[in-house]
């Protein structure tokens, strides 16, 4: 089966940094992604992480170790628009969601 | 641009009444997938497509069905709603190669009601 857990909720400040942590055990694996979704919208992908070690991408990181079953998603310079909820997802034949960290970003 | 179009957006049904959602991808991905979200949970898939092959999730209920005429159309056939059965229904597409599936891209969702 998959277990795939992150933080229900995290509240940060504009202009800040806020990482996002994912867990997982999963009877497969081929990568993890991360995915924004605004209310009543698409996810939209962020990043994805197969090999271990930190991407970067522009405001957006993601990290993961497999050999611990963790990966992190570290939003900087937080902006107002990046409130949203970020679903950590293992890939194998499926994505297989977390239910998604939900950020919210205050003045 | 290449991209994942589901119709309609939004859409009303009556509970039991047939519905049909449609996906339609311009990306020639060889795997579509249905997800079903409900809201504040994360996106559950119900089956994907690998070309014409048809791959159900095991707990999937008997009331969804799916159809792919051609590599780009998918379509989610709701036999009977019920109103457990409203929620966003997410069309995704993906490239399978070399055994391995690569990312997903989404379409915009259909939500659906049920009266």
């Known amino acids: 089966g998959q277990n795939i857990d992150q933080p229900t909720e995290m509240t940060a400040t504009e202009g800040a940094i806020v990482q996002i942590n994912c867990t997982y055990q999963t009877s497969g694996f081929n990568g993890l992604f991360w995915y924004q979704q605004h209310a009543g919208e698409a996810p939209t992908f962020l990043s994805y992480?197969?090999?271990?070690g930190l991407e970067e991408k522009g405001r957006f990181s993601s990290f993961l170790s497999r050999s611990k079953g963790y990966s992190y998603l570290l939003l900087k310079e937080l902006q107002m628009k990046d409130s949203a909820s970020y679903l950590c997802?293992?890939?194998?034949?499926?994505?297989?969601f977390g239910a998604g960290t939900t950020v919210t970003v205050r003045a | 641009d290449a991209m994942v179009i589901q119709n309609p957006r939004y859409q009303v049904t009556q509970f039991g009444k047939p519905v049909t959602l449609s996906c339609s991808q311009t990306l020639n991905h060889n795997v579509m997938y249905w997800y079903q979200q409900k809201s504040s949970q994360a996106p559950k898939l119900l089956f994907h497509?690998?070309?014409?092959?048809?791959?159900n999730e095991a707990d999937t209920p008997d009331n969804f069905q799916s159809r792919r005429p051609n590599t780009s159309f998918c379509f989610l056939d709701i036999r009977s709603p019920g109103l457990g059965d409203a929620a966003m229904y997410l069309c995704?597409?993906?490239?399978?190669?070399?055994?391995?599936?690569?990312?997903?891209?989404f379409g915009p969702g259909t939500r659906l009601t049920v009266l």
């Open positions: 497509y690998y070309d014409k092959d048809f791959n």
């Open positions: 992480n197969v090999l271990d």
């Open positions: 997802a293992v890939n194998d034949y499926k994505l297989s």
């Open positions: 995704a597409t993906s490239v399978l190669t070399s055994g391995h599936y690569n990312e997903q891209f």
